[in-house]
């Protein structure tokens, strides 16, 4: 499976739009939503950067699921899939190795933008960077398996983007990744304990700001779980010939 | 042009699957964005830790009693914005925010006038236009798929030696976008207004304006990222990064005021003149110069959007 | 039949097959035996059930009913043996064309477990068969059609394996490169390679085949070798006469004339199959001419698949 998943990274990395929308945007959103709200967070705690920092971050690793369904089944790479198919390679390894991929290619840009950002506005994370990575980790996983579990479901990489963009939008805002859910309602509000990217912006801050891990484990646990559950529902949908 | 269009909704129809879907989250997210910003009512969250209740009624105001000090992490989350408590019978607030909170949650326990302090005056429609505005313009970019399908299957080729050349073909593909776009976005609309009963700011008929030109600004910026991104995934995703980008600057979903340079740009964005329009238009004014400024970038795009086809056309890159 | 002592042995069966697309039966119980170090060629018209076939047999597709046995074992549970031993070069175009045709070639060939020294000989070699050694190092966005096409077959055979299915792998592709490709199908052969070979076009078929088996609407027509298949519509030519609309003929005083064996009406024309080799034409002529027939066109064929085909299912190969 290494030379497949090493193959999926490589497509990845020459992709310059992909490289980009994984890097500059986020980091011109860091920049950009920290420079407009600098008189929301105006304390010597904490800065509209670190927020925002945090912030884009978890909204990268949540959006990583657009990137998945690329790589498994976009009209460029359906074919040399298919070919790796007539090989004797385990079905299995078709979908885990383009999960693996993206989420390998996830982290890269995560790692990229926090360290250039941490160097420009000093953001230091709390002494808690390695718990905030690894909730990141664990989101940016369960984001490829559904990316990939969407294109097995639907068997085309058009119709599940087109879903996955816009509940990317949603869970973000159910998250209060860009403003507190509670400014669309209490009911919305009410609503993002449910999210997963709600219980990543809760566990990172208390790491960052309370000093307390507690619910980073249960939350690391909960999402790899789901990834699990994805990945089952891969196995029972994906067939070779959704590549013809 | 009637060929055109008749062959595009023949082919969107034989794939009732795929139309029904589209239709369908197109429907869902214009009336989430309806229900989130007609419902939203922005108060300050305070966390009140002395005895008894919270002293004073306060629309903007909404206070919890706790026992203990909220974590630092909920404060910087925001899920409250000013901690109050007693220390030798005065009053302390403290926030992670702008100092102002502080000051106003203080004005208020000393019995000051503070209606209307941190009021949202925006008025119920441009909030909801701000939040349709992101849906129906992310919105337009699937229903450019069949330009996409036909650069690949060398049907635009075909397109460009025919009599009825490319210009039927583009007014055609935006017919077909708008129809599907706009018209279920004010369907949406009237069913949230008549059938949930909600109040949405202004007549439905003035929704038409802000809906029609947002919605042909998505097609025109769609048209436009296809033209010159001829992968569609990459072409998806600059699309959906500025879209999101500039409607955040924008103030869709929340003014904002930064001054200088940067709030000129921000101020000369078109969905911000969409917002601007429909808040004249909730006033009963016919607001001409908004629309004209957001017109102006829909014509450009368009023009770009053919300039570029007709040239990479000739020059064999489709 | 007696067997000698370099009898081939069956590398792969296939016994009722049988596949259907909702309400499309693509495949209506094909059954055929492809022997070791043959050319083996499956020809029929587009929509016949070749890559429909070939996809099942590659187990990108799973068929409703039938059996496969790989050198007499079931296919099902020695799938993965099979596939190691199998190269497959597909109709559509499998490459990845933003990376060198020398890293799409190394990339398929470690699938097959292939590493260091040894793989990178196997790339120079498929590579260097294909007449792609020297630009091994340029993206196939940058290729002709026909450069494309054998990276494509590069990408199949790098693995070097016993059995190569080649999938209409001539289409759409100038005939330099046609000629290539049928070279490199005839060199594996000497190399004792097996071969399954889709087509349409009868002319390849001719060509490379060792035994042939032509497919119609999912069904088996016929089986053999080229000559054993032009012999079912007897040794004779062919006259095609295209005339004016109308014509009435009595087909009797053909018949009468010495050689002719055969009269065919149809859209296309008439059709007089002719003894070989006799000299009937200028008889022929006089007697169209005696019967008022006005001639548009004439033409003389050889026996050919494209006949056999014709004179089996009624219809053309390109029809």
Same mark, same amino acid.
């Given at each position: 499976?290494?030379?497949?998943?090493?193959?999926?990274?490589?497509?990845?990395?020459?992709?310059?739009?992909?490289? &980009?929308?994984?890097?500059?945007?986020?980091?011109?959103?860091?920049?950009?939503?920290?420079?407009?709200?600098?008189?929301?967070?105006?304390?010597? #705690?904490?800065?509209?950067?670190?927020?925002?920092?945090?912030?884009?971050?978890?909204?990268?690793?949540?959006?990583?699921?657009?990137?998945?369904?690329?790589?498994?089944?976009?009209?460029? #790479?359906?074919?040399?899939?298919?070919?790796?198919?007539?090989?004797?390679?385990?079905?299995?390894?078709?979908?885990?190795?383009?999960?693996?991929?993206?989420?390998?290619?996830?982290?890269?840009?995560?790692?990229?933008?926090?360290?250039?950002?941490?160097?420009?506005?000093?953001?230091?994370?709390?002494?808690?960077?390695?718990?905030?990575?690894?909730?990141?980790?664990?989101?940016?996983?369960?984001?490829?398996?559904?990316?990939?579990?969407?294109?097995?479901?639907?068997?085309?990489?058009?119709?599940?983007?087109?879903?996955?963009?816009?509940?990317?939008?949603?869970?973000?805002?159910?998250?209060?990744?860009?403003?507190?859910?509670?400014?669309?309602?209490?009911?919305?509000?009410?609503?993002?304990?449910?999210?997963?990217?709600?219980?990543?912006?809760?566990?990172?801050?208390?790491?960052?700001?309370?000093?307390?891990?507690?619910?980073?484990?249960?939350?690391?646990?909960?999402?790899?779980?789901?990834?699990?559950?994805? &990945?089952?529902?891969?196995?029972?949908?994906?067939?070779?010939?959704?590549?013809? | 042009?009637?060929?055109?269009?008749?062959?595009?909704?023949?082919?969107?129809?034989?794939?009732?699957?795929?139309?029904?879907?589209?239709?369908?989250?197109?429907?869902?997210?214009?009336?989430?964005?309806?229900?989130?910003?007609?419902?939203?009512?922005?108060?300050?969250?305070?966390?009140?830790?002395?005895?008894?209740?919270?002293?004073?009624?306060?629309?903007?105001?909404?206070?919890?009693?706790?026992?203990?000090?909220?974590?630092?992490?909920?404060?910087?989350?925001?899920?409250?914005?000013?901690?109050?408590?007693?220390?030798?019978?005065?009053?302390?607030?403290?926030?992670?925010?702008?100092?102002?909170?502080?000051?106003?949650?203080?004005?208020?326990?000393?019995?000051?006038?503070?209606?209307?302090?941190?009021?949202?005056?925006?008025?119920?429609?441009?909030?909801?236009?701000?939040?349709?505005?992101?849906?129906?313009?992310?919105?337009?970019?699937?229903?450019?798929?069949?330009?996409?399908?036909?650069?690949?299957?060398?049907?635009?080729?075909?397109?460009?030696?025919?009599?009825?050349?490319?210009?039927?073909?583009?007014?055609?593909?935006?017919?077909?976008?708008?129809?599907?776009?706009?018209?279920?976005?004010?369907?949406?609309?009237?069913?949230?207004?008549?059938?949930?009963?909600?109040?949405?700011?202004?007549?439905? $008929?003035?929704?038409?304006?802000?809906?029609?030109?947002?919605?042909?600004?998505?097609?025109?910026?769609?048209?436009?990222?296809?033209?010159?991104?001829?992968?569609?995934?990459?072409?998806?995703?600059?699309?959906?990064?500025?879209?999101?980008?500039?409607?955040?600057?924008?103030?869709?979903?929340?003014?904002?005021?930064?001054?200088?340079?940067?709030?000129?740009?921000?101020?000369?964005? $078109?969905?911000?003149?969409?917002?601007?329009?429909?808040?004249?238009?909730?006033?009963?004014?016919?607001?001409?110069?908004?629309?004209?400024?957001?017109?102006?970038?829909?014509?450009?795009?368009?023009?770009?959007?053919?300039?570029?086809?007709?040239?990479?056309?000739?020059?064999?890159?489709? | 039949?007696?067997?000698?002592?370099?009898?081939?042995?069956?590398?792969?069966?296939?016994?009722?097959?049988?596949?259907?697309?909702?309400?499309?039966?693509?495949?209506?119980?094909?059954?055929?035996?492809?022997?070791?170090?043959?050319?083996?060629?499956?020809?029929?018209?587009?929509?016949?059930?070749?890559?429909?076939?070939?996809?099942?047999?590659?187990?990108?597709?799973?068929?409703?009913?039938?059996?496969?046995?790989?050198?007499?074992?079931?296919? !099902?549970?020695?799938?993965?043996?099979?596939?190691?031993?199998?190269?497959?070069?597909?109709?559509?175009?499998?490459?990845?064309?933003?990376?060198?045709?020398?890293?799409?070639?190394?990339?398929?060939?470690?699938?097959?477990?292939?590493?260091?020294?040894?793989?990178?000989?196997?790339?120079?070699?498929?590579?260097?068969?294909?007449?792609?050694?020297?630009?091994?190092?340029?993206?196939?966005?940058?290729?002709? @059609?026909?450069?494309?096409?054998?990276?494509?077959?590069?990408?199949?055979?790098?693995?070097?394996?016993?059995?190569?299915?080649?999938?209409?792998?001539?289409? !759409?592709?100038?005939?330099?490169?046609?000629?290539?490709?049928?070279?490199?199908?005839?060199?594996?052969?000497?190399?004792?390679?097996?071969?399954?070979?889709?087509?349409?076009?009868?002319?390849?078929?001719?060509?490379?085949?060792?035994?042939?088996?032509?497919?119609?609407? @999912?069904?088996?027509?016929?089986?053999?070798?080229?000559?054993?298949?032009?012999?079912?519509? !007897?040794?004779?030519?062919?006259?095609?006469?295209?005339?004016?609309?109308?014509?009435?003929?009595?087909?009797?005083?053909?018949?009468?004339?010495?050689?002719?064996?055969?009269?065919?009406?149809?859209?296309?024309?008439? @059709?007089?199959?002719?003894?070989?080799?006799?000299?009937?034409?200028?008889?022929?002529?006089?007697?169209?001419?005696?019967?008022?027939?006005?001639?548009?066109?004439?033409?003389?064929?050889?026996?050919?698949?494209?006949?056999?085909?014709?004179?089996?299912?009624?219809?053309?190969?390109?029809?």
């Amino acid at each position: 499976m290494l030379p497949i998943i090493r193959r999926d990274l490589l497509n990845l990395l020459i992709n310059p739009a992909l490289l &980009l929308y994984n890097t500059l945007f986020p980091f011109l959103l860091i920049v950009v939503l920290g420079a407009i709200n600098r008189d929301l967070y105006d304390s010597e #705690v904490i800065t509209a950067h670190d927020y925002y920092t945090v912030a884009i971050l978890v909204f990268m690793a949540l959006n990583i699921s657009i990137i998945a369904t690329n790589s498994f089944m976009e009209r460029s #790479v359906k074919r040399p899939n298919l070919r790796i198919g007539y090989a004797p390679v385990a079905e299995w390894k078709l979908y885990v190795s383009k999960v693996l991929a993206t989420f390998l290619f996830c982290m890269g840009s995560i790692l990229l933008v926090s360290a250039v950002v941490a160097r420009i506005y000093g953001v230091g994370f709390g002494g808690a960077y390695f718990a905030f990575l690894a909730l990141l980790a664990a989101l940016a996983m369960l984001a490829s398996t559904i990316g990939v579990a969407f294109c097995c479901l639907l068997r085309d990489e058009e119709s599940a983007n087109k879903i996955l963009a816009l509940v990317n939008l949603f869970l973000a805002l159910l998250g209060g990744v860009f403003f507190h859910p509670r400014t669309i309602g209490e009911t919305f509000a009410a609503a993002s304990a449910f999210s997963p990217v709600r219980w990543v912006m809760q566990a990172s801050m208390r790491a960052i700001h309370d000093n307390d891990y507690a619910m980073v484990l249960p939350a690391v646990v909960i999402m790899l779980a789901l990834g699990g559950v994805f &990945l089952l529902i891969c196995r029972r949908t994906f067939r070779l010939e959704d590549y013809l | 042009m009637i060929a055109y269009l008749r062959g595009f909704f023949a082919r969107i129809l034989a794939k009732p699957y795929y139309l029904a879907l589209s239709v369908g989250l197109t429907a869902f997210f214009i009336f989430v964005a309806l229900l989130v910003s007609a419902t939203a009512e922005p108060t300050l969250r305070v966390a009140y830790l002395a005895d008894g209740d919270f002293p004073v009624e306060v629309d903007a105001i909404e206070a919890v009693s706790l026992d203990a000090e909220p974590r630092r992490s909920e404060l910087v989350l925001g899920d409250y914005d000013v901690v109050v408590e007693e220390v030798d019978g005065r009053y302390e607030a403290e926030s992670l925010k702008n100092v102002e909170y502080e000051a106003f949650v203080l004005a208020a326990l000393a019995g000051e006038d503070v209606e209307g302090y941190f009021a949202d005056e925006t008025p119920r429609a441009v909030r909801i236009m701000g939040f349709a505005v992101v849906v129906l313009l992310l919105q337009a970019f699937f229903y450019i798929d069949l330009f996409i399908e036909d650069k690949k299957n060398g049907a635009l080729a075909r397109v460009m030696s025919s009599p009825r050349g490319l210009g039927s073909y583009l007014v055609a593909l935006t017919l077909y976008a708008f129809f599907i776009v706009f018209g279920v976005a004010m369907v949406v609309l009237a069913i949230f207004r008549w059938g949930f009963n909600q109040d949405v700011g202004m007549p439905i $008929p003035y929704y038409a304006i802000p809906f029609a030109l947002t919605t042909l600004l998505g097609i025109a910026f769609s048209l436009f990222s296809c033209a010159l991104i001829e992968v569609r995934d990459n072409a998806a995703a600059l699309f959906a990064s500025v879209v999101l980008f500039t409607s955040i600057l924008s103030g869709s979903f929340g003014a904002l005021n930064v001054g200088g340079f940067l709030q000129r740009v921000m101020d000369a964005l $078109p969905q911000r003149h969409v917002m601007e329009l429909s808040d004249a238009l909730a006033g009963d004014a016919l607001p001409v110069g908004h629309a004209a400024a957001v017109l102006a970038p829909i014509v450009l795009f368009f023009a770009l959007a053919g300039w570029l086809i007709r040239a990479k056309l000739r020059a064999g890159r489709y | 039949m007696k067997k000698g002592v370099f009898a081939l042995k069956t590398i792969l069966s296939v016994d009722n097959l049988q596949k259907s697309y909702k309400d499309v039966k693509a495949l209506k119980g094909l059954s055929f035996d492809v022997q070791e170090k043959e050319v083996f060629c499956l020809l029929g018209p587009n929509g016949a059930g070749k890559t429909t076939t070939i996809n099942i047999l590659a187990g990108i597709l799973g068929a409703d009913s039938g059996k496969m046995a790989y050198r007499g074992k079931p296919l !099902g549970k020695n799938l993965q043996h099979f596939k190691r031993n199998l190269g497959v070069v597909p109709q559509e175009l499998a490459i990845y064309e933003e990376i060198t045709a020398y890293e799409n070639v190394r990339f398929f060939g470690s699938l097959y477990g292939i590493k260091g020294e040894p793989l990178k000989q196997r790339i120079r070699t498929a590579l260097s068969r294909v007449g792609l050694l020297e630009v091994q190092h340029r993206k196939p966005r940058t290729f002709s @059609g026909g450069m494309k096409r054998r990276l494509n077959i590069a990408c199949g055979v790098v693995h070097e394996p016993e059995l190569i299915i080649f999938d209409e792998p001539t289409v !759409g592709i100038d005939p330099q490169s046609r000629k290539y490709i049928l070279d490199y199908i005839k060199s594996l052969k000497d190399d004792g390679i097996t071969v399954v070979y889709t087509s349409h076009y009868m002319e390849e078929v001719e060509e490379i085949a060792t035994r042939i088996v032509i497919v119609d609407h @999912g069904r088996l027509i016929a089986e053999g070798t080229k000559e054993s298949l032009q012999a079912t519509i !007897g040794d004779t030519d062919r006259y095609t006469v295209e005339t004016e609309d109308g014509v009435k003929l009595n087909e009797d005083r053909f018949l009468a004339l010495d050689g002719v064996t055969r009269v065919e009406e149809g859209e296309a024309g008439l @059709g007089f199959l002719v003894e070989r080799d006799k000299d009937v034409l200028p008889d022929l002529v006089e007697e169209l001419s005696r019967q008022h027939v006005r001639i548009r066109s004439l033409e003389k064929e050889r026996a050919n698949l494209e006949r056999v085909f014709l004179h089996l299912t009624g219809h053309s190969l390109r029809g």
